[in-house]
């Protein structure tokens, strides 16, 4: 067994389905409680088992925590689709079983503020939809989710936590950053950005906030899909 490979669990699917043409939703049994915490850190990364492990082809695929339910010890996530997740993805069944690490958790600590920017491209949605859902009623949420292409969007589970979307095209970093100076304006000072977008779009805005809204590194938080 590769030294990181611990703490394998194993879950059987209730339901999945393809939302979009890169997103697909999976609806897993799990056969305990998971430590979350959820209030703390919202985001958070469940790594998935693919291949055969005594072969030595064991894949890691990457899904994003939608939602958790407690009560029926059910994880709903996304997974992207990608070259090497394709075929596996396409065999997945209901009642089957796949086997799953510890949760790994996006790091968000410690924002504690009156209105957030939501920033990122469509990988960013299921983050964003679970944070936005942990946030108190008080908090004021702008989002700015962009893509390159139409029909990569998905709502929140039941629709009442909503997420402003946008198509880029042509596409560009530049582009992307003027739409949003078109759409937004900084409300007050206290405020906190989040980013999940293509490294050189998170750049981009950085730079942004720290010139045009004098913005400070800890009202920056840049979200790592691979973190």
């Given at each position: 067994m590769k030294s990181e490979l611990t703490n394998i669990n194993n879950g059987e699917i209730i339901s999945l389905k393809k939302l979009t043409s890169t997103a697909w939703h999976i609806k897993l049994k799990v056969p305990f409680y998971i430590e979350l915490?959820?209030?703390r850190n919202p985001g958070y990364i469940i790594p998935l088992l693919t291949?055969?492990?005594?072969?030595g082809n064991t894949l890691i695929i990457r899904s994003t925590l939608w939602n958790y339910d407690v009560v029926r010890n059910t994880v709903e996530m996304i997974i992207y689709t990608r070259k090497n997740n394709e075929e596996w993805l396409e065999n997945l069944s209901p009642r089957k079983i796949i086997?799953?690490?510890?949760?790994e958790e996006i790091i968000m600590q410690g924002l504690h503020t009156e209105n957030y920017y939501l920033i990122g491209n469509t990988d960013a949605q299921?983050?964003?939809y679970q944070f936005n859902r942990s946030l108190p009623f008080t908090s004021t949420v702008n989002s700015f989710i962009y893509s390159k292409n139409t029909g990569e969007f998905f709502p929140d589970i039941d629709g009442s936590y909503p997420l402003n979307y946008h198509i880029i095209y042509p596409f560009s970093p530049e582009r992307v950053l003027h739409l949003f100076r078109k759409e937004l304006i900084k409300e007050n000072e206290n405020f906190t950005i989040l980013l999940f977008c293509e490294h050189e779009v998170n750049l981009l805005f950085s730079q942004y906030f720290k010139k045009e809204w004098e913005a400070t590194e800890n009202q920056i938080r840049i979200a790592n899909y691979n973190h």
């Open positions: 915490d959820m209030d291949g055969d492990e005594e072969q086997q799953y690490l510890d949760p299921a983050f964003f």
